[in-house]
């Protein structure tokens, strides 16, 4: 058997595939749906740097991707190795990208996660939760302060993206787990045919009208499984000087809204534990815990 890893190539998206489909269907991940695969391999191609694969005898058993705190063997290649070779090549990314540590989700009920993790001398730090609210949850319409204006993104307009990566970054300052973007990624997702630039609603202040100071992304995912579309808040960003003024507030309520209008039966977001700010919000608009995900972490020495 010849057991490697190297970095991701664009030809290996059929590979890393097939091993998140065959995951999928033995482990069953709670809160994960299959529109996640096509979410996540739509993000892997533009940012090849970003995951490492495990290869035997030429075939993608395995990958990591510390962005996503994701690292998965296939469930026919797993006990061979694969994991052990993985988590170095893992750090050798996180710690070119200036990161302190290696972040990875372990999952409780899969056999052997723990005790992998644990050997690989990696500790429990926090865990990401998702949230639900249901259909029936009545919510208030957003109501902006009077000194910002509100926008959607425009594709002629917001064409400088390192710009805007440098704002994202800034506006999830202070978040209990570092966030990492790309303008590469983010320009392959704005070019995908379903992206739609209503789901982005940027926030500024009256005054400087072209300077981003809030914003919200949203996504509408496929049924599930009751006929149901669903909503999902994906990102909510405000930049430290402008927090405390309830424009995080709005901004959800924003995204309820425009979810339901476009048909969002129930509708998810993902909040760590330890924002409590956060989640006071979200709990306080109808949102309920319901899964889950504990995420370990390894320094990078």
């Given at each position: 058997?010849?057991?490697?890893?190297?970095?991701?190539?664009?030809?290996?998206?059929?590979?890393?595939?097939?091993?998140?489909?065959?995951?999928?269907?033995?482990?069953?991940?709670?809160?994960?749906?299959?529109?996640?695969?096509?979410?996540?391999?739509?993000?892997?191609?533009?940012?090849?740097?970003?995951?490492?694969?495990?290869?035997?005898?030429?075939?993608?058993?395995?990958?990591?991707?510390?962005?996503?705190?994701?690292?998965?063997?296939?469930p026919?290649?797993?006990?061979?190795?694969?994991?052990?070779?993985?988590?170095?090549?893992?750090?050798?990314?996180?710690?070119?990208?200036?990161?302190?540590?290696?972040?990875?989700?372990?999952?409780?009920?899969?056999?052997?996660?723990?005790?992998?993790?644990?050997?690989?001398?990696?500790?429990?730090?926090?865990?990401?939760?998702?949230?639900?609210?249901?259909?029936?949850?009545?919510v208030?319409?957003?109501?902006?302060?009077?000194?910002v204006?509100?926008?959607?993104?425009?594709?002629?307009?917001?064409?400088?993206?390192?710009?805007w990566?440098?704002?994202?970054?800034?506006?999830?300052?202070?978040?209990?787990?570092?966030?990492?973007?790309?303008?590469?990624?983010?320009?392959?997702?704005?070019?995908?045919?379903?992206?739609?630039?209503?789901?982005?609603?940027?926030?500024?202040?009256?005054?400087?009208?072209?300077?981003?100071?809030?914003?919200?992304?949203?996504?509408?995912r496929?049924?599930?499984?009751?006929?149901?579309?669903?909503?999902?808040?994906?990102?909510?960003?405000?930049?430290?000087?402008?927090?405390?003024?309830?424009?995080?507030?709005?901004?959800?309520?924003?995204?309820?809204?425009?979810?339901?209008?476009?048909?969002?039966?129930?509708?998810?977001?993902?909040?760590?534990?330890?924002?409590?700010?956060?989640?006071?919000?979200?709990?306080?608009?109808?949102?309920?815990?319901?899964?889950?995900?504990?995420h370990?972490?390894?320094?990078?020495?």
């Amino acid at each position: 058997m010849s057991a490697t890893v190297r970095t991701f190539q664009a030809e290996d998206a059929a590979g890393v595939r097939d091993v998140m489909e065959a995951s999928f269907e033995v482990d069953r991940f709670p809160g994960f749906t299959r529109s996640e695969i096509d979410r996540a391999i739509l993000r892997l191609i533009p940012d090849p740097g970003g995951t490492v694969v495990a290869l035997e005898d030429d075939r993608i058993v395995g990958y990591c991707t510390p962005n996503r705190d994701d690292l998965t063997v296939h469930p026919a290649f797993r006990r061979h190795g694969h994991g052990r070779r993985l988590v170095p090549a893992a750090l050798d990314l996180v710690r070119g990208h200036g990161r302190d540590e290696l972040q990875l989700y372990v999952p409780q009920h899969v056999p052997g996660a723990v005790a992998f993790a644990e050997a690989m001398g990696m500790e429990y730090r926090s865990s990401l939760w998702l949230f639900a609210l249901a259909p029936e949850q009545a919510v208030p319409a957003p109501a902006f302060p009077d000194d910002v204006v509100t926008r959607s993104w425009d594709p002629d307009r917001d064409i400088d993206l390192e710009a805007w990566v440098a704002f994202m970054h800034a506006a999830f300052e202070g978040h209990p787990t570092a966030m990492s973007f790309s303008p590469s990624v983010i320009a392959h997702v704005h070019q995908a045919p379903d992206f739609d630039p209503g789901t982005i609603l940027i926030v500024a202040s009256q005054d400087q009208p072209d300077t981003p100071i809030a914003f919200a992304r949203l996504e509408l995912r496929a049924d599930d499984g009751e006929g149901r579309r669903v909503g999902d808040v994906g990102l909510i960003g405000v930049l430290p000087a402008w927090r405390g003024r309830g424009l995080g507030r709005e901004l959800l309520r924003w995204g309820i809204s425009e979810l339901r209008c476009r048909g969002a039966g129930p509708i998810e977001l993902a909040v760590e534990a330890a924002n409590e700010r956060a989640t006071n919000l979200y709990r306080a608009h109808g949102f309920e815990p319901t899964v889950e995900w504990p995420h370990w972490v390894l320094p990078v020495r």
